[in-house]
T-cell receptor, first 118, second 113 residues
Framework: DTGVSQDPRHKITKRGQNVTFRCDPI?????LYWYRQTLGQGPEFLTY????????KSRLLSDRFSAERPKGSFSTLEIQRTEQGDSAMYLC?????FGTGVRVETQYFGPGTRLLVL | AQSVSQHNHHVILSEAASLELGCNYS??????LFWYVQYPGQHLQLLLK??????LVKGIKGFEAEFIKSKFSFNLRKPSVQWSDTAEYFC???????????FGAGTQVVVTP
């Protein structure tokens, strides 16, 4: 399977602990996105990278959250001092941005990491 | 702020019935529009997309959507649903200069045999 993969698929942690999630994008996709989804809601944007550069961060991404994409391939999302409100599905998506005039881009999603903070 | 509104949170219909899901967005610039589907236990999958050109786009599994620029709408349709269409459907908008997708809250569709 050459789709977006995420690890772990499920994570249960206690409040105050740190957690780290990994995303492996589709090979050669230059953009990588993180979203968060809670029950009854659509995914909400957190941050994204073009190659290794982090281009945008949502205000949802508090200082407890940090994301990296050190070599422009896989990415990690770390949450420090987790809170119960961090419980959600964390989704990763990747895309290949191409075109010079009208630039088109389609994001492909991974299966997500479901986080439960007790 | 930009927003995406999906008109129905839950839809229940019988097999062979027609389906139409509404999606409206608030953004005045050029947009790319998407419908994603999430089947039970599976991840988000792209159903169809609109970038430019013909405002009536066809996607997988017999779905189509029509972009009406004057109404800021991108409604999803299927003439005859099957039980396997039971899923959650998300409309998403991407401004031309954005990176992110802005999603609606989703519509849970249940198709009864």
């Amino acid at each position: 399977d050459t789709g977006v993969s995420q690890d772990p698929r499920h994570k249960i942690t206690k409040r105050g602990q740190n957690v780290t999630f990994r995303c492996d994008p589709i090979s050669e996709h230059n953009r990588l996105y993180w979203y968060r989804q809670t029950l009854g809601q659509g995914p909400e944007f957190l941050t994204y990278f073009q190659n290794e550069a982090q281009l945008e961060k949502s205000r949802l991404l508090s200082d407890r959250f940090s994301a990296e994409r050190p070599k422009g391939s896989f990415s990690t999302l770390e949450i420090q001092r987790t809170e119960q409100g961090d419980s959600a599905m964390y989704l990763c998506a990747s895309s290949e941005l191409f075109g010079t005039g009208v630039r088109v881009e389609t994001q492909y999603f991974g299966p997500g990491t479901r986080l439960l903070v007790l | 702020a930009q927003s995406v509104s999906q008109h129905n949170h839950h839809v229940i219909l019988s097999e062979a019935a027609s389906l139409e899901l509404g999606c409206n967005y608030s953004y005045g610039g050029t947009v790319n529009l998407f419908w994603y589907v999430q089947y039970p236990g599976q991840h988000l999958q792209l159903l169809l997309k609109y970038f430019s050109g013909d405002p009536l786009v066809k996607g997988i599994k017999g779905f189509e959507a029509e972009f009406i620029k004057s109404k800021f709408s991108f409604n999803l349709r299927k003439p005859s649903v099957q039980w396997s269409d039971t899923a959650e459907y998300f409309c998403a908008v991407k401004g031309d200069s954005w990176g992110k997708l802005q999603f609606g809250a989703g519509t849970q569709v249940v198709v009864t045999p």
